[in-house]
């Protein structure tokens, strides 16, 4: 099967009474049990639900893992697969990694008596330097949030292996439509659903895929005991948006590289950071590990050029907005938004500036994108 034939027919046929053609929206809290050890194969809604197991069938599908557990949030997936750590673990982390996972990790795991080391994983051999003998996990975000640089999964996720570390991919900024980290040898592929994999942002969700039965038991046992499930609704939206997820992609990706190639060189753009553009210093990894090169573009503006809000103002069809990966283009100023969960030397180290800009380009048409930039750029 293609993807996009999995996309759509993985999940569904749910209905036996009806053969409804859309998968059926089961918002129970419970179910009947007929005696005291027997029941449909569900008995409670945080432990498992028939329309979230649908959604999850199909995002393992299409990460290619053994199963997946869909989550209330991105951020949950994050809580749940760190939740496989222990006081006393150590952390191997990129530094350019979205501002949320950072302070989670930063706040609130490294207060649990796990350490985390943010280093700049563009070189592979950086993770091996930073590896210690408690190392249990290594963290990639790949092309990372804002900067889009690229990571070599395949040799990061041997190196882990090589250690008897986990290896995790948060795919999100790709989706498996673009980017298959299980194929690479990774062992755990995180998503925030809310983005891409949804797509019409109008769900927070998050999605957990393991590639073995023992971690796909381990993340189900710690989604039932914290109790981060997502709710059937959220589940249900996510279903029915993931279906579109390989036209969507193609038709960001397309918008994306034309938006890129716009503001390259354009004289009050200092940096454009878009995989795709082979001035990208991640462009030929890219392409080896990458089947397109997705929706997220961002760029600095030389200094002292042009007040921010005075550009986010001008635009009509980029709303200024967090988040990214629905339909509608979006802009937001990273520094200040998205990443200000980041403390000030993390952000510089990582080097996002006051002046990046983060545009999730949507798939609107994109002469009318490129026409509201050229005319907010004036
Ligand atoms: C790459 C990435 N991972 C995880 C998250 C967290 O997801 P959520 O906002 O759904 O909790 C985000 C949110 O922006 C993100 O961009």
Redesign the pocket.
């Known amino acids: 099967m293609g993807f996009n034939t999995k996309a759509v027919h993985t999940g569904v046929a749910k209905d036996s009474q009806y053969k409804s053609v859309t998968t059926p929206l089961y918002t129970s809290s419970n179910f009947a049990f007929s005696d005291i050890s027997t029941h449909t194969g569900y008995d409670y809604t945080r432990s498992g639900n028939p329309t979230r197991r649908a959604a999850e069938e199909n995002i393992a599908t299409l990460e290619e893992g053994v199963d997946a557990r869909c989550t209330s ?3 949950s997936a ?1 809580t749940g697969v760190l939740h496989l750590l222990q006081a006393g673990d150590h952390v191997v982390c990129g530094n350019d990694i ?1 501002g ?2 950072f302070r989670l990790m930063h706040s609130v795991f490294s207060k649990m008596g796990i350490v985390f080391s943010f280093i700049d994983m563009r070189k592979a051999q950086n993770v091996t330097e930073a590896l210690r003998a408690n190392t249990k996990m290594v963290w990639i ?1 790949t092309p990372s ?1 804002p900067l889009l640089n690229i990571v070599d999964i395949e040799a990061v996720a041997a190196i882990a292996r090589k250690h008897g570390a986990i290896s995790v991919v ?1 795919n ?2 790709m989706t498996p439509y673009y980017q298959k980290p299980i194929r690479l040898g990774v062992d755990i592929v995180l998503h ?1 659903t ?2 891409y994999i949804n797509g019409h942002s109008d769900v ?3 999605a957990i895929v393991s590639s073995s039965k023992t971690l796909a038991e381990q993340i189900q046992f710690n989604v039932n005991a914290l109790g981060i499930g997502e709710a059937p609704f959220d589940a249900w939206l996510v279903l029915r948006g993931v279906k579109t997820l390989g036209l969507r992609m193609e038709q960001h990706s397309r918008n994306a590289m034309a938006v890129a190639q716009f503001l390259d060189g354009h004289p009050s753009i200092e940096t454009v950071y878009y995989p795709g553009l082979p001035s990208h210093p991640g462009h030929d990894l890219a392409k080896r590990q990458m089947s397109g090169f997705g929706g997220m573009v961002s760029f600095d503006f030389k200094p002292n050029t042009i007040d921010l809000n005075v550009f986010f103002n001008r635009l009509t069809y980029f709303t200024l907005a967090e ?2 990966g629905g339909v509608e283009s979006l802009v937001e100023a990273p520094y200040f938004m ?1 990443h200000a969960s980041m403390t000030e030397s993390a952000r510089t180290e990582a080097g996002i500036k006051q002046t990046n800009v983060r545009l999730s380009v949507g798939i609107e048409d994109v002469n009318d994108l490129l026409d509201d930039l050229k005319s907010a750029l004036k």
Request: glycine share 20%; hydrophobic share 25%; charged share 15%.
């Open positions: 949030t991105g951020m994050v979205y949320g996972t975000e949030n948060d999100t900024f925030s809310t983005k927070v969700g998050g988040s990214l998205s």
